[in-house]
């Protein structure tokens, strides 16, 4: 392996036996494999290199690999064929607090679990009082895990599977366990190792996220590599395929989601000016969409994003307030108001809605949501086709020939 190689995976492939039959199975797994018969192949003929250092997103839909790959990885499940070999300390977040007893309280699961992360008895006396803390559960830590609620029970595993400052750090699906401030606690935590020169794998179905924390992305497709480069191109690559192969990437606009935390809530997402039914006219009239948000004023100022959407669903325009460098201008409380205009809004004719973001001042995790919170409707004079106007330009007799 090369001495900036942490992960290399050479025709890796895991399969999994259908067989329905019981005694079957057990004898497939007395015999160390699936044996012959029906059988789903989770990955197939994977090859990756992954160098100390690099942060790497993990994209495809539900039932692509991703899981399987991870684990693989991580040495949780065998490969049914090809060659795993891991440089370095592995911590992962895959199902946090697996192997936490519920009959034994915080402090010894703690103890039991940490030579399971390659912790000495030692080293897990030493660092118990910085996991304890980190966890914030107080005089819960002695008492026994089945009484803990979820929320404290993924703490005290969070704070466990990331004390062990590992070499490569390995996230399925989740960058922040919890809510309020602890969310942000373990999401800093995160990126203090990524900064610190930890290798981190992460498995997420947000897009956005993968290209704001990743710089490299691997598509997985039906257990197989169909892309690995840029996360930017990756997630490009990934969406266009959606959108050419089914309408599953569409959202209904008529079914707004949102939610709220204890760091941020958006109170209301409008159209300017308020009125009913929004009809605008493509060109000429501005979009103006006005977000009123609540936000802990002891965390420092975050940033809101708007995503503009067709009547298919998909993304049609965006807007940051991290891109254009805006300051939001947070009242002592914590709360603000900000306007954001489209000057003579150039789509064309549809049916548009609007969704909006709160997220944390880098612009990775999302505190706050109301999707497809607002709609409006662009009509036009003339007969022009697509989504856009483009800016356009025409020459003429010589000047065209030239």
Known sequence: MADD????????????????????????????????????????HVDLRIRRGETVGIIGRNGAG????????????????????????????????????????????????????GLTAAQVGQRLPSIIDFAGIGEFIDQPVRSYSSGMFVRLAFSMATSVEPDILVIDEALSVGDGSFARKSFERIMALKERGATILFCSHSLFQVEQLCERAIWLHDGAVRFDGSSRQACMEYQGW??????????????????????ATLVDVQILPVREGFELRSGVDDLALRLRVRSDPALPEPT??????????????????????????????????????????????????????????????????????????????????????LPRRWHTGAEARS
């Open 242 to 263: 959606m959108e050419v192969d089914d309408a599953a990437a569409a959202q209904d606009p008529a079914a707004p989601a949102r939610f709220d935390s204890p760091a």
């Open 304 to 389: 809101v994003g708007v995503i503009v959407h067709g009547a298919d669903g998909r993304a049609v325009a965006s807007a940051g307030s991290w891109l254009d460098a805006v300051d939001l201008q947070r009242d002592a409380d914590g709360s603000f108001a900000v306007v954001l205009r489209f000057p003579a809004l150039p789509l064309l004719k549809g049916r548009y809605t609007v969704s909006a973001y709160v997220l944390c001042e880098r612009a990775i995790h999302i505190q706050a949501a109301a999707e497809h919170v607002a709609a409006f409707e662009v009509f036009q004079s003339d007969a022009m086709q697509g989504i856009v106007a």
């Open 5 to 44: 190689t942490v992960i290399a995976l050479a025709d890796i492939g895991k399969s999994y036996s259908l067989e329905s039959r019981p005694w079957r199975r057990l004898w497939q797994q007395l015999r160390g494999g699936a044996g012959p018969g029906p059988q789903h192949h989770a990955l197939r």
């Open 66 to 117: 991703k899981s399987t790959l991870l684990q693989v990885i991580c040495g949780v499940v065998a490969p049914t064929r090809g060659q795993r070999r891991v440089h370095g300390r592995v911590a992962a977040l895959l199902e946090l607090g697996a192997g936490f007893d519920p009959e034994l309280t915080g402090r010894e699961n703690v103890r039991l679990n940490g030579p399971l992360l």
